[in-house]
């Protein structure tokens, strides 16, 4: 990939000419526009930037982007972008997917992706809902969820899609929301700037289907002490003025007041994000906050990051290997084989 | 014939036309090797050779079963042969189960070699021989010729002196057979002990065990006198040229790659391992040196779908699959098909439906390469006709799809897969160009992704071309820009497009030819695919015999070749041979409203010659 410092594009320069198309008021656009906004931070050019989607209202995200794109078929985003990789490494590849989309139908090539550690970029929009097929419930959904098929409330149990990145050994965990900007866009920038599969889930809103789904997190009133923004090396600080704080007690994650005067910063969980162990712990909060008693906050930023070989790299090495060895292929030979006989 | 240089009386030698010996014994038993190493000595040799594996699905059946017979039919001569030989004349069975199981495929008053360590009671009992009756003393194979070996108990002798376990010593008793054969035909051993040398490199032991048992058996063959005749076979005239031995699967997997070559294109292969296609994936990653990126996808849904996305991004993206793999790879045709980048997609096809029979054989998937898709999703399909066809069949569908910008489908089968005949290996330079239609410039501001030459084939514009950026995808796009459009007269227009594309690549394949007989003949027969050999067997032994037959086989089966229903319509009759329940004779009766009629055959096993030609004097006599 080459940097383009002259002529910096503009978010302008990556929409197409397209009428964008999702309900009004949908969570989509933000998102669409935090991504327009940080490309042209990543120094590349148009062209040599790619965006695969799969099926569902999020893999509509392609054809608003003036990028070369792919708007394929339901789940299968991770493999197509996986062959687009290998066939050509030096491309900015991302994948748009959603929560049907990456964890019901395409649930297996996204985890096979993760542990293959090709280097692009999964934009998983969680918005808890199946909205291009007009509301039914998905694997993320909480358990008794009302929706057109579950008219009784849904018996599944959800998916928490951050520890199952962790269970197959992804390389770069993060969450975000597509209500704060700002964080949005700097956790894109860090997605980006990883060598290696970056899953990013970004709660996303659907106000047709499922709104609110996210309010605790998003809305001002209760955002504050409902969440928790990750920084690496600062102290799991949280809540409306500062006042709270996580520990750990043994591998318990305990809520801390400290404002009481029994616990002070130096007291608090620090945040590593190349910890497997303790973002596994910051993964597995994940309760669902009730008015009626305290709960975990939940978290958001960047959970997990480590370096691994990426699966393109090691195959371009394989086949350097392969010609060092065998030198470049010579087609006559391969034809001729090992044993040949003359016929006169 | 004129006995000669015979080494005593007793031990003349025969010259033979051609010869099949079919191998059988346990899974485990090295039968796979045996016939393959016969094969290749003989094929090394200058006879024309036609060989068929079969074997159980399951790697180690259990032992002594009918159920773990494997066998390899091997069909070796000084004439041009076309199939491994419809009944044989030498049966080796390495115990009762194998001779059970295959005595049927023996011509009567022919040669029986049994390992009669084999036939203990045990054995008889697993084979289901009824209270023990060895059918080797019991006189009920008086009709044939029997020679009784204790190949354990010789190979056993023969490595007395080494140091290797009873259990290792009996796994070379393969050899004592094949070196027996090699003494029986005249062969030279000196092609087998290099390949053992090879396969054992590392293993001195083994290597001198396994050598020492092959000259055993030949030296038994040289000193008993048990035997009266041995055989020659006679160097065939083929056509003068360098060949090699070639199997169906590896010719597949070098002609992709020569076609890829010729393309100036890497070679982008996804695949997911399932018999009897793994072969291919297996040939190809060993040859990462011609910029080959081998795959092994999560399923066959990635498999189809990353060679698709290498595609977009400039490689020629190809998968294989059989039968049940290549359901669900449905979807994603229709993918690439609406996306119109090129992808190759191989079907080696096995016993269905369902998981079927998978080390067997069959033609069924016909109308599922044809039709099988969700809208109109018309894509080329092509056949090869044995296994070194299967070289310039991989070669096409490259070419096909690449300048046509279209997925292709290449029909093989379980038995062109496994199957070996000699290849007159083409030079580099004899091999056509493949010309891609990539764009690597802007040629004006108003360039858009769909536009079409006159083939109606749109450009290639890979990502990372300045200027070109565009979006494709799976929705119904916009003629021209492939923006999403709704648009009922662009759907029409667009669909009546991509058939257009499909339906013009008639224009750059060959004409269809007769293989045989005359255009005017009283019955035409009609073949596609494996098949072939053994209708172009049959149609010389009856045209020899007098008969008014001719035989035309397809290798294209979508578009069929242009002048193919002025051809078919200029018989009397028409049959249709296939390993299935009728699908070409329902595309030719659909499609050229001849009164073509079916023969089929679904038992896992290819024609026989011998059933061609009793169908066809039917066919004649009706």
Redesign the interface.
């Known amino acids: 990939m080459s940097t383009n410092t002259e002529n910096k594009l503009t978010a302008k320069d990556f929409s197409?000419d397209?009428d964008v198309r999702w309900c009004p008021g949908c969570g989509d656009y933000s998102i669409l526009k935090q991504v327009q906004t940080i490309l042209p931070e990543l120094g590349l050019?148009?062209?040599?930037i790619?965006f695969?989607s799969g099926?569902g209202c999020s893999s509509r995200f392609?054809?608003y982007?003036?990028?070369?794109?792919?708007?394929?078929?339901h789940g299968?985003a991770?493999?197509?972008?996986?062959?687009?990789?290998?066939?050509?490494p030096?491309?900015s590849v991302w994948v748009i997917t959603g929560d049907g989309d990456a964890l019901s139908i395409g649930g297996?090539?996204l985890i096979?992706l993760l542990r293959r550690n090709f280097d692009m970029n999964v934009l998983l929009f969680n918005n808890e809902i199946y909205g291009l097929t007009k509301g039914q419930y998905s694997p993320t959904s909480p358990e008794g969820k009302v929706t057109k098929s579950t008219p009784m409330g849904s018996v599944d149990h959800p998916f928490n899609p951050l520890a199952l990145a962790a269970g197959a050994d992804s390389t770069f965990i993060a969450r975000a929301m597509d209500r704060d900007p700002v964080h949005l866009r700097e956790i894109l920038l860090e997605a980006s700037r990883h060598k290696g599969t970056s899953l990013l889930e970004i709660y996303q809103n659907c106000n047709v289907f499922n709104d609110g789904a996210f309010s605790p997190f998003t809305d001002k009133q209760s955002k504050a002490d409902n969440t928790i923004f990750l920084e690496h090396g600062k102290p799991c600080v949280y809540g409306k003025d500062g006042n709270k704080g996580l520990k750990l007690d043994g591998a318990q994650p305990v809520v801390v007041d400290l404002s009481s005067g029994d616990n002070s910063l130096e007291d608090l969980w620090v945040h590593d994000k190349y910890d497997r162990f303790k973002s596994g712990v910051l993964m597995r909060c994940f309760d669902t906050p009730m008015p009626d008693r305290e709960s975990l906050p939940r978290p958001f930023g960047v959970f997990y990051q480590e370096d691994r070989p990426c699966y393109e790299d090691l195959?371009q090495e394989?086949?350097q290997v392969?010609?060092q060895?065998?030198?470049?292929?010579d087609?006559?030979k391969?034809?001729?084989?090992t044993?040949?006989?003359?016929?006169? | 014939m004129e006995p000669t240089n015979s080494k005593t009386a007793l031990q003349a030698k025969e010259e033979r036309k051609d010869v099949t010996i079919l191998f059988a014994g346990d899974s485990g038993d090295g039968i796979q090797l045996t016939g393959s190493q016969f094969s290749?000595t003989s094929?090394?040799?200058?006879n024309d050779i036609s060989t068929f594996p079969n074997f159980p699905a399951e790697i180690r059946a259990p032992q002594g079963t009918i159920a773990g017979v494997s066998g390899f039919q091997l069909n070796f001569g000084s004439v041009e042969l076309f199939t491994p030989g419809d009944l044989c004349d030498v049966l080796v069975v390495m115990n009762a189960a194998a001779l059970k199981a295959n005595l049927h495929n023996l011509k009567l008053g022919r040669t029986i070699i049994a390992n009669s360590a084999g036939f203990d009671k045990r054995n008889l009992s697993l084979a289901g021989y009824i209270d023990g009756n060895n059918p080797l003393s019991d006189g009920s194979l008086g009709k044939y010729r029997v020679i009784e070996i204790d190949i354990t108990k010789l190979t056993r002798e023969a490595l007395k002196e080494t140091s290797l376990g009873t259990k290792e010593k009996d796994r070379s008793k393969n050899m004592f057979v094949l070196g027996f054969l090699y003494w029986m035909y005249n062969r030279k051993m000196e092609?087998t002990e290099r390949f053992i040398q090879e396969k054992f490199a590392g293993h001195p032991e083994l290597i001198e065990a396994n050598i020492a048992v092959l000259k055993a058996g030949y030296h038994y063959g040289d000193t008993s006198e048990t035997f009266t005749t041995r055989y020659e076979v006679k160097?065939a005239p083929?056509?003068?040229?360098?060949?090699?031995?070639?199997m169906g699967n590896q010719a597949i997997a070098?002609g992709l790659?020569?076609a890829c070559?010729k393309a100036g294109l890497?070679l982008?292969y996804?695949s997911y391992p399932i018999t009897p296609a793994s072969d291919i994936l297996h040939e190809l990653a060993r040859?990462?040196?011609?910029?080959?990126?081998s795959?092994q996808?999560?399923?066959e849904?990635?498999a189809i779908?990353?060679?698709?996305?290498?595609?977009?991004?400039?490689?020629v993206?190809i998968t294989a699959s059989s039968g049940p793999g290549i359901a669900l790879k449905g979807?994603?045709l229709?993918?690439a098909c609406m996306?119109e980048l090129p992808l190759v997609i191989i079907n080696v096809q096995r016993g269905g439906p369902s998981t079927g029979l998978p080390t067997k054989t069959e033609q069924a998937d016909l109308l599922q390469a044809v039709y099988g898709r969700n809208g109109e999703a018309p894509i080329p399909v092509i056949a090869p006709s044995s296994p070194r066809d299967c070289f310039s069949m991989a070669f096409e569908a490259v070419r096909i799809a690449v300048e046509h910008m279209t997925p292709v489908f290449l029909l093989s089968d379980g038995y062109l897969a496994n199957g070996a005949e000699p290849w007159r290996?083409?030079?580099?330079t004899d091999l056509g160009t493949i010309k891609a239609p990539i764009r690597k410039q802007n040629p004006k501001d108003d360039w858009q992704p769909y536009t079409r030459d006159e083939r109606g084939v749109r450009e290639w514009v890979?990502?990372?071309?300045?200027?070109?950026?565009?979006?494709?995808?799976?929705?119904e796009k916009e003629d021209g820009s492939g923006?999403?459009s709704y648009d009922p007269e662009n759907h029409q227009k667009m669909v009546d497009l991509r058939a257009d594309k499909v339906a013009r690549i008639a224009d750059f394949i060959p004409a269809q030819e007769v293989d045989q007989g005359e255009s005017s003949a009283a019955l035409c027969i009609l073949s596609w695919g494996s098949t072939y050999g053994a209708i172009k067997t049959a149609v010389r032994e009856l045209r020899a015999e007098g008969q008014d037959v001719a035989h035309i086989h397809l290798r294209y089966l979508n578009p069929f070749p242009k002048n193919t229903g002025q051809l078919l319509r200029s018989f009397g009759k028409i049959m249709v041979p296939e390993l299935n329940k009728g699908q070409l004779v329902k595309m030719v009766r659909s499609e050229f409203l001849v009164d073509a009629k079916p023969l089929t055959k679904v038992k896992g096993l290819p024609f026989t010659a011998t059933e061609i030609k009793e169908s066809a004097l039917k066919a004649l006599q009706s």
């Open positions: 197409s397209q050019k148009r062209e040599e790619v695969i099926i392609p054809y982007l003036n990028t070369f794109g792919m708007h394929s078929i299968r991770p493999s197509i972008a996986s062959g687009l990789k290998v066939a050509n030096n491309l297996n090539h096979h195959l394989q086949i392969s010609v060895r065998k030198g470049q292929g087609l006559d391969l034809l001729k084989g044993n040949t006989w003359e016929i006169a | 290749n094929a090394l040799f200058g092609p160097p083929l056509p003068s040229g360098v060949y090699r031995n070639i070098i790659i020569a070559q890497s982008f996804g040859h990462k040196n011609f910029n080959v990126r795959f996808a999560e399923d849904i990635a779908t990353s060679a698709i996305g290498a595609s977009f991004a400039g490689n993206g979807e994603a229709g993918l996306l290996f083409p030079k580099s890979l990502p990372g071309t300045e200027g070109m950026e565009h979006r494709i995808g799976g929705l923006n999403i």
